[in-house]
Each structure stands twice: as C-alpha cells, then as structure tokens.
C-alpha cells in the first residue's frame, strides 16, 4: 500500500483535467469548433477544416502537433496573414503619405497660381500705362512667363538664358522706337542682341534691374521647384517603401504570430507583445528609410522656411513687372548714353530717308510707355498663404519624424498582432503554445536584430530597393540644401566650375536690403543666332539643360556614386 501514494503522484500530470504545465493546454486545444466558427465565417471551406484535431505532421509553419488544419488551410491562412500584415503597415503610412501628396498638391498649385497671377497683374498693369505699345509686343512679355513655367515645370533652358534672351529682345524691340531717324538692319539689330548678351557689366542698358530681376526670380524658382520636386519624391519613395517586400522568413514568421493559433484550435488567444515586437522588427526594421529620413524632413523644412522668407516666390512674380518696368525708365533716361555705346559697338546705321521715314510713336503715348508706375503692385489671390502653408506643413511632419523607428510598435498596437499591453502580464500567444513569452526582445538595430529568436535577418540587409529609395531620398535632400543656398545643381555644369570652386550658380540673401548681391560666375559671351524673330542660343558645346530633371553637378555625382557604392556594395 506504501507504493499507492507514489504511484497516483506519478500518473497525475497525465490526467488532462488536472495539473499545470502542458496538461491545460492540451485542455483549451481539444476542440476546433472556435477555429471552424471563425475561418468559416471568413469564407474558408468546412470541408478542408478537420471537425476534430488531427496529426499535424503535414503542416510546413505550425507545429507539428495536434492541429485543426488542413495543408490548404495552412497554406491560406500563410497568404492571408501575410495580406493583413502589409495593409497594416500601409495603414500606419496612410497619414505620411496623404501629408506628403496634399502637401505637394497645395502648394504647386499656389507657385502656379501666383506665377499666372504675376502674369495676368504685369499685362493689366501695362496695358493701362503702354497701351498699343505694349499690345504689339505681347508675345514678347508671354514668352518670358512661358519660358519660367517650362523651368519651373520640366528644368528647360536655364533661367539664365532665358532672363538673358528676354532683355535682349526687349533692347532689339525698343531701341528702334528711340531712334525713329534711323533704320536698323536685321544685322544691326543682331549686334544689338549681342550686345544684350554681353557678359561686359559695363553696359547696362537697362541699369540694375536685369540683375536684380534675375537674383530674385532665379533663386526664388530653384527654391520652389526643388521643394515641389522634394514633397514629389519623398511621396513616391515613403509610398513604395511601404509595400513591404516580405522575405520568406518573413512571411512564416508573421504565420507563426498571427495564423497558428488558428491551427492549434485557439484563434480567440491573442499573440504575446514581445513575439509580435520581434517578428515587427524583424520584417520592418531594414525596410524603413531611416536615418536618411531625418535629414530629408530637415532639408525639407529648411526649404519652406526660405520660400516664405529671403526666398519668397510671392515677391518675386509680383517683382517681374515692376523690375521691367524700372528697366525700360532707366533706358527712356539714359538713352543718350545708351545710344553712344551702341554706336560706339555697332556704328551709326543710316538714316531714313524723308519720303521713307517711318512716323514716330504720338508723343503722349511714347511718353506713357516709359513711364509705368513702378510702385503699383496687384496682390495676386495666393498671397498671405504660403507661411500659413509652411506652419501647417512643420506641424505635420512634426508627428512623423519618428515614424519609421516606431512602425513596429504601431503594428503590435493593432489588436489583431497582439494582446494589448495593460493585459502583458496575461497568458498569451507565444508561438508553440498558451503562456508566457519568455525569448528576449531585440532592438531595431541591425546588431541587434543578428540576434532576432523569430527572423532570420541577413548581415548584408538591407536589400537592394531599400538601398535605393534611401539613395533617392539622399538624392533629394542635396537638392533642397543646395536651392536653400541659391544653388541649382542640375543647372551647374563643369564649363562653369571649370576653377573647381563647386559654387555653381550662387546667389546671395542681399537683394532685399538692396546691398550688392554675389551674382552666378560671368557668362561667356555667346553670340546668339536668329531664327523666325526669335534667339537661337549657341551654347559652345556644352548642355546645360535636358528634357528631364535628372542633371547633376559633376561633385555632387561623385558623392551619390560613392554613396552608392556604399550602399549597394558588399557588406
């Protein structure tokens, strides 16, 4: 009888109802009627579900013990855990990139708005004040507005060449009405294009205000396009790498987390937070665009702060028509000495003869068209919005500065990933059974994550097209930190660093104090070509533009090509 207490101590973990341990788990897996209930519901077929538990040693993910699936429902839930583990992580993105494109959107259209807006003010003002002078040369003012929008919207000619060529026409159409004596040939003419397109500072036809047009026009457009071309990319990057491209170690982890329960007959038990956090950070840690996405959002708002301020677009198109304005009063005012450079320059044409002499202008109309209120400015429909724009834009990327470090803990927020964490300390998920989840949870570091007990991670993470939006997102934020300096990269060539200086075009933060501005390197003299009544720049072998925005400055491609390098090469 001494051997009956031994005996019954022996057998007691065996009983099912009885005892702790493996003994009340097998207790909650002895049924799938749950599992039955919810995956039919969900549109599986009853008829690949096993009513009771059976030997699972077919399944490829779950453990291979007693389970209520079937291989098809293995390979189902595998496919549809998956699908829910990436809508969550492009949920999560949805506010980054809805911020991003609404962002984008607003404030291209307002640069357009007050581009047509500038546009629409300089023809209303100068019809008032020129009249039919200025109705007769309406292509010539159009065209300018024309050839800043092609920048503006696809990097076309320089804004170089084109505030260049616009003043050079300007002179070729005007100079003739100074001078109704006489009679300009198309060669005569063609000098006083050149003489236009000189880079000699000493001939200012039209004083200061080419210059200061330029300053101010030029850096205000390469500041907005390279911030509209920087929301553009950081959209399109945040959004691809959102669709996370899931290994399959990936994918049989995420079954493990999220779909074995289901196998094990326990579908309502909510997987461990700490399980959920390792395989999170071991899908998503090397696909985020981290730390390159720090220094995008400061680039970003960096830019946002100049277009609104030393930068701002809006002064600049409501400068366009008073400059040109102030430009052809100093010629009216200067024309003596204007006319004797030209002269000097081209040689005095002839004069018209008596019965050929074309009839001078209406002294009160010439008259009127030198003298436009310079000071008289429309304020375009967009004006006061941009800082109101940009405050909205630093609160919002305030929220996501974090968002790629804390991706994973907002997926095990969701309570299809795992228990919430006031329940932590309750009995959960943890990959093989009911209990407690004990394996260590692993930072986001990729040292770290070497050590993942969930995910397979791979020293030479990350891959190849996260490699590459990160480079992209680089590729952007040189850009933008370049036009907050007045630089534009893709309009820098080596003909014009050709002293290895690397400043390109430059301009300085000056033009509104009024001081002397640091303008871009001196243009060689290039004389123009003429065809249809319109210039034809010849740009001595070298391009400076393209049909695409893909340029670069030869120094910054050798950083992206070493950055490249860096990243793309063997780890």
């Given at each position: 009888m001494s051997a009956l207490p031994t005996l019954l101590l022996l057998l007691l973990p065996l009983y099912p109802g009885l005892g702790p341990g493996t003994g009340s788990e097998a207790k909650v897996t002895r049924s799938c009627t749950e599992t039955r209930q919810i995956l039919g519901a969900r549109g599986y077929s009853l008829s690949l579900l096993p009513p009771a538990l059976i030997s699972?040693?077919?399944?490829?993910v779950c453990p291979q013990e007693y389970t209520c699936c079937s291989s098809e429902i293995e390979e189902r839930l595998t496919w549809d855990t998956e699908t829910t583990f990436r809508g969550l992580v492009e949920e999560s993105g949805?506010?980054?990139?809805?911020?991003?494109?609404?962002?984008?959107r607003t404030f291209d259209e307002v640069f357009r708005e007050m581009l047509s807006s500038a546009e629409h003010s300089l023809a209303l003002l100068f019809h008032r004040s020129y009249g039919r002078l200025y109705s007769q040369h309406t292509p010539l003012f159009s065209g300018l507005f024309s050839r800043l929008r092609d920048y503006y919207e696809k990097s076309g000619e320089g804004l170089d060449d084109a505030l260049v060529d616009f003043w050079a026409q300007v002179l070729e159409k005007m100079f003739p009405l100074l001078h109704p004596q006489y009679i300009f040939s198309?060669?005569?003419?063609?000098?006083?294009?050149?003489?236009?397109?000189?880079?000699?500072?000493?001939?200012?036809?039209f004083g200061d205000s080419p210059r200061r047009l330029r300053l101010q026009i030029t850096r205000a457009m390469v500041a907005a396009r390279a911030f509209i071309q920087g929301l553009e990319t950081g959209r399109n990057v945040v959004s691809e790498t959102l669709k996370v491209p899931m290994s399959d170690g990936c994918r049989r982890a995420v079954m493990r987390l999220t779909g074995c329960p289901f196998c094990r007959g326990v579908p309502l038990l909510p997987p461990c937070r700490g399980f959920c956090l390792n395989v999170a950070h071991g899908c998503l840690s090397s696909q985020g665009l981290d730390p390159d996405w720090g220094a995008y959002l400061d680039g970003l708002l960096l830019l946002a702060e100049k277009i609104q301020?030393?930068?701002?677009?809006?002064?600049?198109?409501?400068?366009i028509g008073v400059k040109i304005s102030e430009g052809l009063m100093y010629l009216q005012e200067n024309s003596v000495g204007v006319s004797t450079q030209v002269f000097q320059e081209c040689g005095v044409p002839p004069k018209a003869m008596t019965r050929t002499r074309r009839a001078p202008a209406p002294v009160e109309e010439a008259g009127r068209f030198w003298m436009a209120g310079a000071e008289e400015e429309l304020p375009t429909t967009a004006a006061g919005m941009l800082p109101r724009m940009v405050w909205e834009l630093r609160e919002r990327l305030g929220r996501v500065r974090g968002f790629w470090a804390g991706l994973p803990l907002t997926v095990c927020g969701d309570p299809r990933m795992a228990m919430d964490i006031a329940q932590e300390a309750a009995p959960c998920w943890t990959g093989t059974g009911w209990g407690r989840y004990l394996l260590p949870v692993v930072g986001a570091s990729l040292t770290e994550q070497l050590n993942n007990p969930e995910v397979r991670v791979?020293?030479?993470?990350?891959?190849?097209?996260?490699?590459?939006?990160?480079l992209q997102l680089r590729s952007a934020t040189i850009r933008m930190r370049a036009?907050?300096?007045?630089r534009d990269l893709e309009l820098e060539d080596w003909d014009e660093d050709a002293s290895g200086s690397g400043e390109g075009q430059h301009y300085a933060d000056d033009w509104m104090a009024g001081a002397v501005a640091v303008g871009p390197p001196a243009r060689p003299p290039r004389p123009p070509g003429r065809k249809g009544g319109f210039i034809i720049r010849q740009n001595q072998g070298r391009s400076r533009t393209g049909g695409t925005s893909v340029g670069f400055h030869t120094q910054p491609i050798l950083i992206l090509f070493l950055s490249a390098l860096a990243l793309l090469g063997p780890r």
């Open positions: 699972g040693e077919h399944l490829r949805s506010f980054l990139v809805h911020t991003l494109a609404t962002r984008h198309p060669e005569y003419l063609f000098c006083l294009t050149r003489l236009a397109s000189s880079a000699d500072d000493s001939l200012k036809f301020g030393p930068f701002s677009f809006e002064l600049a198109a409501q400068a791979e020293a030479s993470n990350p891959d190849l097209q996260t490699r590459m939006r990160r036009a907050a300096l007045g």
